[in-house]
């Protein structure tokens, strides 16, 4: 069965600090792999996604994501945080066998400091 | 143009009563998700509809939990005999066509609370 593990339920960086959001998978196909944020009181927003092709995937607001399946992993980052990206950060996985729906981590709220 | 709306955006109830949960998709968008977020938890699957029919049920923990979306537009999400367990915030997805690769829209969630 598929599985996602989000290492550290809280990251704390300062402003302008490198953003690394750790997500390791599993899944016995090919996976589909995903990165939502969660504003307060807001829905859940694609930031990026990895589906098929180049390893390295751009998303809005600068971040990006590679996708290493050597290591069962697609970690989350940016170089520079901003105290906008303040919020909660999920990774998810769907894969053909398991149908469309998202299977995802319990996710990592990120804070930034001035 | 809009995005998934949600109605109502909280409901408190008492265990044992009977809840009803709308979802108000992007138009056009032919899928539809309901998914249930759990303190501290990522969304949690129920179940996804192809256009008027349950695709996939799999996620719905119980046979109190049962959903409709009879004209392949709004869905809603009903549950019988509500338990405290059940409290949670109950998200809506939509989707233009439903397969692995299609961005899923979020709504904003039903927040539930079963006294």
């Known amino acids: 069965a598929q599985s996602v593990t989000q290492l550290g339920s809280h990251v704390s960086v300062s402003e302008g600090a490198l953003v690394l959001l750790r997500c390791n998978y599993s899944?016995?196909?090919?996976?589909?792999l995903f990165w939502y944020v969660q504003y307060p009181n807001q829905g859940l927003q694609l930031l990026l996604k990895?589906?098929?092709?180049?390893?390295l995937v751009k998303g809005i607001n600068g971040f990006e994501a590679e996708f290493k399946k050597s290591e069962t992993s697609f970690h989350l980052t940016k170089p520079s945080a901003h105290m906008s990206d303040a919020a909660e950060y999920f990774c998810a996985v769907s894969d053909i066998q398991a149908g469309t729906a998202l299977i995802f981590g319990k996710g990592t709220t990120l804070s930034v400091s001035s | 143009g809009a995005g998934v709306s949600q109605t109502p955006s909280n409901k408190v109830t008492e265990k044992g009563k009977y809840v009803e949960l709308r979802c108000d998709p992007i138009s056009g968008h032919t899928a539809l998700y309901w998914y249930r977020q759990s303190l501290g938890q990522g969304p949690e699957f129920l179940i996804y509809f192809q256009g008027t029919g349950a695709a996939d049920d799999s996620g719905l923990p119980n046979d109190r939990f049962f959903a409709v979306r009879p004209e392949g537009s709004v869905s809603t999400l009903k549950i019988q005999r509500t338990e405290r367990g059940d409290s949670a915030v109950y998200l809506c997805a939509s989707s233009f066509l439903g397969d692995q690769v299609s961005e899923q829209f979020f709504g904003p969630g039903t927040r539930l609370t079963v006294l």
């Open positions: 899944s016995s196909v090919p996976p589909y």
């Open positions: 990895y589906t098929t092709g180049a390893t």
